[in-house]
């Protein structure tokens, strides 16, 4: 079983910055990949960004060129940089691990942008 924990939501103006991180701990297999989704009232949880254990990374195509996704392998660390945020980048983010037959998600951070 692996357990996240996620930080570093709030509020920011349109234009803004935040860093959202999440630390995993527990059962961590070697090979795994861990992401970022993120739901907003009335829709469905989508993928934001989502990066490997070997370092490849995968971006919706509304997080190409603002947001980006890195780890630190040492701390089971992934974070998210966001920037030039938009109104509709409100959402909870759910920081999500996943390594083969196994997946777990974090409680989620709200990310509130104000136009």
């Known amino acids: 079983q692996v357990q996240l924990v996620e930080s570093g939501g709030g509020l920011v103006q349109a234009g803004g910055s935040l860093r959202l991180s999440c630390a995993a701990s527990?059962?961590?297999?070697?090979?795994?990949?861990m992401g970022w989704y993120r739901q907003s009232p009335g829709k469905q949880r989508e993928l934001v960004a989502a990066?490997?254990?070997?370092?490849?990374?995968n971006y919706a195509d509304s997080a190409k060129g603002r947001f980006t996704i890195s780890r630190d392998g040492a701390k089971n660390t992934v974070y998210l940089q966001m920037n030039s945020l938009k109104a509709e980048d409100t959402a909870v983010y759910y920081c999500?691990?996943?390594?083969?037959?196994?997946?777990?998600w974090g409680q989620g951070t709200q990310v509130t942008v104000s136009s």
């Open positions: 999500n691990y996943r390594q083969l037959a196994s997946s777990s």
């Open positions: 527990g059962s961590i297999a070697s090979i795994n990949v």
């Open positions: 990066i490997s254990s070997g370092g490849s990374t």
